[in-house]
C-alpha cells in the first residue's frame, strides 16, 4: 500500500502550512484575477486583533500556578506542605501553608495586574477606528476586522493598522514620509514610494477597480527586510510584474507624517505584523548571584536532610530500649504496633523533614524579586544620569541584573556613536590629489585665515572637470531627504541659515558630506518627480533623473546610484570605505588619495572613497535587466542583488576621498580611565579601519603613551603564519609577564605589563577556524593567553557576527569573567544579546541597541557611574541580604533540632505555629528588605572618586564559599547560645505548692512554650541587632524599621498570648509571654544571650579593619579623604581626536 498521500495530508494538516508553504498570495481588495489568468485560491489568514496578554480569563489560575510551581522553592514548599496535610506532623500545614500561599498570593497579583494592563492597551489598539473601502465607497469599521487584502486609507499623524503594501499617496511623486519611532526608535524620516503602477490611482473608485495580486514571502519579524512582487492585470494583456521590498511596505506602529493620506493593501494582519513577531521576548539572563544563591540552597537542602536523617537514626536507636518508645502517657494502639518498621521510619523522616523545613527561606525569593524590581527605580531616578540635550535618562529593562553591574570584569564597547558622538563635522576633501578644507579654498581662491599648510595648489584647468564631477557626485550619491518646512518632527540639520531647506537621513555623514560640499558651491536641492535637482557654482540648476540606487550595505560597506544628465550621458557614482573602493579602480590618481586617506586616518577622521564611471546606453540596458531579474526574485533576492551589484560596481574611475570628523563624545576618556582603574578590561569593537580606531582609543586613553602596541592583522600576516605571529606575542607578553603574579582576566593587577593588541576581522576569521592539521584543537586558547595579559583590546574591521563571537570568546573561556557590551546601532545588538550585561546608547543611529539591551543610557560617560556606584550598591545590599537569609534561618532551626535531643525525638516543636509562619514574613522581613534598598556602605562620592573600591567587590567577593561558611558558623554559634543558655536559665527545677514547675533560680513558671518562647525573643532581638551593626548608612526610615519591627513583635506577643481568642479551639500560648517577661532573670537573660551572640562578630570586624583592612572600610574611616590628583583632574570638554604624544613602536 501507498502510504505517500497520508503521509502529504499528515505533514500538511498536522505540521502546520507554513512548514511546506514559502509563500503566499494576497488578492487586492478580495477581487479575483481576471478569467485565465491563474486558479483563484482563498487562503485563511488570521484577523488583524493583537493578543499580547499573557493570559485569559479561564486559564490565568492554572497558567499562573503551573509557571510559578516550576521554581523549585515554590515546589519544595508544596511538597512539604501536601506532607503535612497528609501524615501526623509535629507542626501544623498553616505554618509551610500560610507563607507559600503569601507567596503565590502576592506574585499572581502582580503578574495578574501587569497582564490586566496588558489586557486594557490591547483592547484599545484593537477597537481604534479604521478606514477601508468596500465598492467604491469608504467605510469605517474597528481594527480588528482588518483582513488581508483589505484596502486601507490612512491619514497623516495616524499610525498604520496593519503591515501594508503602499499603493498610492496624496503626493504627486508617489511617496509617503513615515517614523518608525514605536517600532526602532528612529525619529528621523523614512522616505517609502508606492508601486509604479498603482501610484496614479486618487480615489477610491480608483483603488475598488484595480485588479492586482500579490505574492510575498511569510511574515518573519525583520524590520528591514521583505520580499515580494506584484502582478498588476490591465485589460486582458499579460499583467505588469513589479518588484516589492522594504520601501514598499508600511509597517504596523509607524507613523505617517507631511503626507495627506496614502492607500495600502493589507499583507500582514494581528499577529503576523512584524510588530507583533517582534514581541518576542529576549533569552533569559541570570546573575553571578542568583547562581551562588542556587548553589546555597543546595547546601541547605543537604543540611536540611542530614538533619531528618540524623534524627530519625536516633530516634530508634533510643527506642531500642524497653519501654522508651511507650512512655505511660502515650501508649500505642494495636495497628501502630503492627505498622512495618521502614513505612513508621519513612513517616518519622518526613515529620523531621517538615519540622526543620524552615531552614530553606521561602520568603527571600520574594525579598530577593521585591528589592530587584524596587532598586531599579533608583537608576531611573538618577538625575545625575539625564542628559538635557536629548532629553533622555536612563532605562531599565529588566531588573533581574542589577547586582551583576557590580561584578564587571570586561567591557566591549563600540566605538561610533558610543565613544563618539556620531555627530560628523566636514573636514576636508581630496580630489585628484588637491586638498579642500571648508572655509580655506573656494573655486581655487584661498580664503582669509586658511590653514595653508594643509591646502595643495589649485588645480589646473584639465582637473576643474574631475573636480566637479566629484562635488556633483556627493550631490547625488546619497538618500538624504529635503524638507522646505522648518517645522520637521525628528532630528534635522538646516544646510545654511539662510536656507529654508532641511536635510534629514538616517545616517550623520551623509549629511555632513552634503552640507560640507555646499560650502564650495554646490547644493543639493530636491528629489522632485525621480529627478534629483542641485544648484552649481554659478546658481544653475542642474537635474539628473535618478535611475537607480544600489543601497548600502554593511557587507559591501559602499552604495552607488545611477543617474542620467540632461545631456542625456549615464554616469555610475559609487562612494563608500577605501577597502571597498580601491579594488575596483581601474584608474585615478590611486596613491595620492590612499596617501591622503591613511593620513587622516591616524589623524583618527572617517574616510569614505568617491568613485565614477560613464554607462553606455546598452550596457545600462543590460544592468537594468540584472537588476530587475534580482529585484522579482522570490527566493534568495539579497543573495541575486549582492551579486548583482558585485558586477555593477567594476572599472571604476577613482575621483577623491572625503574626510569626516566624528569628536569624542563629553567625559569618554575619563569614564575609560576610571574603568581601567576599577580593574576592568576595555575592549573596544569596531568596524572603522585600523588607523582611525586606533587614533581613537589613544584620544579616549585606552591606549597610553607608555602602551606597546602588538598587531594581529591581515597585513601581519601575509608576511608570517598565524601560527609564528601568535607564538611570537605569546613569548613577548609571557616574558614581560613571566616575574608578575597577574590574576588571569580579572584585570586586577595593578602590575600587570602595559600591552595593547590590535586584531582585525580577517585575523579573527583565521583564529576561530580550526587548524589546518586537522586537529580537534585551535589557536583559540593561544590567542586568549595573549589576550589576557594586554591591559587593553582594539579589534577592527569587525562584522556584526564578528562581535559577539569576541563577547562569546571571552564569555565562556575556563574564567568565565562577567562580560558587559554596551553600543548604540542595530551591529551591536548581536553582542549586546551575548554578553551577560547588554548595555544601549541611546543615540542618533536608532534605538535597536536600546530596545534589545537590558539596560539603556543617553552617554557612554553616565557607564561609569552606573558601575562604580550603583552597581557596586546593588552587589553588596543583595549580598548581605541572601547571607543574612540563610544566616537568620539557621539561627531559626538549630534550636530546634537540639531541642529533639531533650524531648526523646518526638518531633516536638519547640516554637510556637503563629512564631514559625511569622519569623520570615513579619517580624525579620521589613528591615532587610529596607536595608537591601538603602544601605551605602561608603558614599557616593567616595565610590566615584577612587574606582579602585570596585576591586573590592571583584570575583563574587561577598558570596564566595568561605563568606558563606563564616555566616552559617556564626548561625549555629549564635544558636548554640540562645537555646543553652535558656537552658541554663531553667536548668534546676522544683515543684510549687499549686503543682507548677517553676525554677528554683528565676521562680520562672516553666514549661515548653516559656522556654521555646524566650529562644525566640533572644533571636529575634540578636538577628535584628545584627542587622543594625552592619547598617552603615542610617536614615529616619531605617530607624523606624528596625526599631519597628522589634515593637511590632513584643506587641503580637502581648496581644497573641494576653487575649482569649474565640476563633482558636485552644491558646497554647495564654499568658506565656507575659508570664515570662515578669520575671527580672528573664530580662537579664535576654541581655546576656544578645550580648554574647553579637560579641564575636563585633571583635571580628574589629580585629580585621585594624589589622588587615580592605579599601573599602580605609574608605569608611576616611571619608573626606581629598581626591588623587590624576582622578581630580579635569577630563577637557570633548577632546579632539588628536595625539599629543608621541606614539610608540607597534610590534
Known sequence: MDCSLVRTLVHRYCAGEEDWVDSRTVYVGHREPPPGTEAYIPQRYPDNRIVSAKYTFWNFIPKNLFEQFRRIANFYFLIIFLVQLIIDTPTSPVTSGLPLFFVI???????????????????????????????????????????????????????????????????????????????DGESSHKTHYAVQDTKGFHSEQDIDGLHATIECEQPQPDLYKFVGRINVYNDLNDPVVRPLGSENLLLRGATLKNTEKIFGVAVYTGMETKMALNYQSKSQKRSAVEKSM??????????????????????????????????????????????????????????????????????????????KFLGSYFITWDQEMFDEETGEGPLVNTSDLNEELGQVEYVFTDKTGTLTENNMEFRECCVEGHVYVPHAVCNGQVLPDAAMDMIDASPDASG?????????????????????????????????????????????????????????????????????????????????????????????????VIVKSATGEIYLFCKGADSSIFPRVIEGKVE?????????????????????????????????????????????????????????????????????????????????????????????????????????CYACKLFRRTTRLLELTTKRLEEQSLHDVLFELSKTVLRSSASLTTDSFSGLSADAPDFGLIIDGAALSLVMKPREDGSSGNYRELFLEVCRNCSAVLCCRMAPLQKAQ???????????????????????????????VGIGVIGKEGRQAARNSDYAIPKFKHLKKMLLVHGHFYYIRISELVQYFFYKNVCFIFPQFLYQFFCGFSQQTLYDTAYLTLYNISFTSLPILLYSLMEQHVGVDALRRDPTLYRDIAKNALLRWRVFVYWTLLGLFNALVFFFGAYFVFE????????????????????????????????????????????????????????????FYIVFSLLWGGVIWPFLSYQRMYYVFIQMLSSGPAWLAIVLLVTVSLLPDVLKKVL?????????????????????????????????LKDPEPRPRRE
Open 806 to 836: 569576541i563577547v562569546k570568546l571571552i564569555k565562556f573561556s575556563k574564567e568565565h569573567p562577567i562580560t558587559l557590551a554596551i553600543g548604540d546601532g542595530a551591529n551591536d545588538v548581536s553582542m549586546i544579546l551575548e554578553a551577560h
Open 988 to 1047: 534546676t527545677t522544683t515543684v510549687s505548692s499549686s503543682g507548677q514547675t517553676v525554677t528554683t533560680n528565676t521562680h520562672m513558671v516553666f514549661g515548653n512554650w516559656t522556654f521555646g518562647t524566650l529562644v525566640f525573643t533572644v533571636m529575634v532581638l540578636t538577628v535584628t541587632l545584627k542587622l543594625a551593626l552592619d547598617t552603615h548608612y542610617w536614615t529616619w526610615i531605617n530607624h523606624f524599621v528596625i526599631w519597628g519591627s522589634l515593637l
Open 592 to 696: 595620492q588619495i590612499q596617501s591622503r586617506v591613511e593620513h587622516n586616518a591616524v589623524e583618527g577622521l572617517r574616510t569614505l572613497c568617491v568613485a565614477y564611471k560613464r554607462l553606455e546606453p546598452q550596457a545600462y540596458a543590460g544592468i537594468c535587466g540584472l537588476l530587475q531579474d534580482a529585484k522579482v526574485a522570490l527566493q534568495d533576492r539579497e543573495k541575486k542583488l549582492a551579486e548583482a551589484y558585485e558586477q555593477i560596481e567594476t572599472d571604476l574611475i577613482l575621483l577623491g576621498a572625503t574626510a569626516v570628523e566624528d569628536r569624542l563624545q563629553e567625559k569618554a576618556a575619563d569614564t575609560i580611565e576610571a574603568l581601567q582603574k576599577a580593574g576592568i578590561k576595555v575592549w573596544v569593537l569596531t568596524g572603522d579601519k585600523m588607523e582611525t580606531a586606533a587614533a581613537t
Open 294 to 371: 542556587n548553589a546555597f540552597l543546595v547546601v541547605y537542602l543537604c543540611i536540611l536532610v542530614s538533619k531528618a536523617l540524623i534524627n530519625t537514626a536516633l530516634k530508634y536507636a533510643w527506642q531500642s530500649e524497653p519501654f522508651q518508645d511507650e512512655p505511660w502517657y502515650n501508649r500505642k494502639t494495636e495497628a501502630e504496633r503492627q505498622r512495618n518498621l521502614f513505612l513508621r521510619a519513612f513517616t518519622d523522616f518526613l515529620a523531621f523533614m517538615v519540622l526543620f523545613n524552615y531552614i530553606i527561606p521561602v520568603s527571600m525569593y520574594v525579598t530577593v524579586e521585591m528589592q
Open 1104 to 1136: 580585621c579593619r585594624q589589622l588587615w583592612p580592605s579599601a573599602t572600610e580605609r574608605a569608611q574611616r576616611s571619608p573626606s579623604r581629598r581626591a588623587p590628583a590624576d582622578a581630580a583632574a579635569p577630563s577637557p570638554d570633548r577632546p579632539l
Open 105 to 183: 498570593t502576592v506574585t499572581a497579583i502582580k503578574q495578574g495586574y501587569e497582564d490586566w494592563l496588558r489586557h486594557k492597551a490591547d483592547s484599545a489598539m484593537n477597537q481604534c477606528p479604521v478606514h477601508f473601502i468596500q465598492h467604491g465607497k469608504l467605510v469605517r469599521k474597528q481594527s480588528r476586522k482588518l483582513r488581508v487584502g483589505d484596502v486601507v486609507m490612512v491619514k497623516e499623524d495616524e499610525t498604520f493598522p496593519c503591515d501594508l503594501i503602499f499603493l498610492s499617496s496624496s503626493r504627486a511623486d508617489g511617496t509617503c514620509h513615515v517614523t518608525t519611532a514605536s517600532l
Open 464 to 560: 576643474r572637470e574631475r573636480e566637479e564631477l566629484f562635488f556633483r557626485a556627493l550631490c547625488l550619491c546619497h538618500t538624504i531627504q529635503v524638507k522646505d518646512d522648518d517645522e520637521v518632527d525628528g532630528p534635522r540639520k538646516s544646510p545654511d541659515s539662510g536656507k529654508r531647506c532641511v536635510y534629514i537621513s538616517s545616517s550623520p555623514d551623509e549629511v555632513a558630506l552634503v552640507e560640507g560640499i555646499q560650502r564650495f558651491g554646490f547644493t543639493y536641492l530636491r528629489l522632485k518627480d525621480s529627478h534629483m535637482e542641485l544648484m552649481n557654482r554659478d546658481n544653475g540648476i542642474e537635474r539628473f533623473e535618478l535611475l537607480e540606487v544600489l543601497s548600502f550595505d554593511s557587507v559591501r560597506r559602499r552604495m552607488s
